[in-house]
């Protein structure tokens, strides 16, 4: 027997107790058939201004993600999103094998999807290399992102934070300061735009943004989703939320 509500796929998604923006945004994205599952690694609101403070974000999140996930498999989920950033990025991606493997184990074995495989095979099915990045954090946060970004082989010909000081504020941005770091990293020899930061509220941004770049605008809950569906055998095309699930 199946589960009567999500009897083609079942999601759980792990995020940051701090996170009000990935859930809603996932679950807006669900074909039919497909339910999303929520776990939540608890961390309190602290500020990442500066190194310290950052560098405790992470400890907590690092301490809370194994039990969250542990959480949500208890309802026998088909596959787990890792719905948060900065672990995926800070050790580079020479550490990112031995990340996802842990998740994995953590998840009793069932597929995975963090956000460097997921945007990898968004910008595989664009053609993309030359890239323009957005994230939530002020600098300190900015250089480990890119940096990774080079050492996985892409260009990245722009970045922008979006300087937010704590993990919870980040889903307060606006769509102006949303549409200023577009701008900014945006120019002629960008092949995309890739945003990263799941309390980022950037999935309608991002469908708006494309019409007028002309280039695909790539937020970070979208393409999560996108890579979960896809590798779990979903390809329903999934229309007012960008070209990546409506064409991909």
Excluded at 15 to 20: L, M, R
Excluded at 145 to 172: C, E, N, T, W
């Amino acid at each position: 027997m199946t589960d009567l509500l999500g009897p083609r796929l079942k999601v759980g998604v792990v995020v940051p107790s701090t996170n009000t923006s990935a859930q809603p945004e996932m679950d807006a994205l669900r074909p039919v058939g497909v339910t999303n599952h929520t776990g939540r690694m608890v961390i309190n609101d602290d500020s990442m201004t500066d190194e310290p403070g950052f560098d405790h974000v992470m400890h907590s999140i690092r301490n809370s993600t194994h039990p969250a996930i542990e959480s949500v498999v208890s309802c026998d989920p088909d596959v787990v999103i890792i719905g948060v950033s900065p672990e995926s990025y800070w050790d580079g991606p020479g550490s990112h094998a031995r990340v996802l493997e842990s998740m994995r184990s953590a998840a009793g074995g069932r597929p995975v999807t963090m956000s460097p495989d997921a945007i990898k095979a968004a910008l595989t099915a664009y053609g993309a290399r030359r890239i323009g990045v957005i994230t939530p954090y002020l600098p300190l946060g900015d250089d480990s992102v890119s940096r990774f970004f080079k050492d996985s082989g892409y260009d990245v010909v722009g970045i922008q934070g979006l300087g937010m000081p704590s993990p919870a504020k980040i889903s307060h941005v606006t769509e102006e300061q949303l549409r200023d770091a577009v701008r900014e990293v945006d120019g002629p020899d960008v092949e995309a735009i890739v945003q990263v930061g799941t309390n980022v509220p950037m999935v309608r941004f991002a469908t708006a943004a494309e019409a007028w770049t002309g280039k695909p605008v790539i937020s970070n809950n979208a393409v999560l989703y996108w890579h979960a569906l896809r590798s779990s055998g979903i390809e329903d095309q999934v229309h007012g939320f960008g070209s990546l699930l409506a064409r991909h």
